[in-house]
């Protein structure tokens, strides 16, 4: 379970399975991708842990592929025009287009 947010790539979840592939695990083993914005790659390690410890998994792998941090996200401004007004007067809805790096 990776997690990954940032899609840049245009790969999205097939990067985890190529990433696999390339670590030699065998196409098997199912692989998935976790998407929790700033925290992907511990949401990954959460389920991971949870799945083990409730014996759907007798081993696992978890991580992260990115730091939101050092992701250049656009400012509102880039987003001209592409915004659903009704978002920008919510109160906690507007907080959800502020750049997290």
Known sequence: VIGKVLGDSGM?????????????????????????????GLQALGQVAASVKAGFYDVGIAGGVESMSFDKMPGMEAWKGQINKEALRHKKAKGCFISIG
């Open 12 to 40: 999205g979840a097939t990067q985890v399975r190529i990433a696999s592939l390339c670590a030699g695990i065998p196409e098997t083993v199912p692989c998935t991708t976790v998407n929790r914005q700033c925290s992907s």
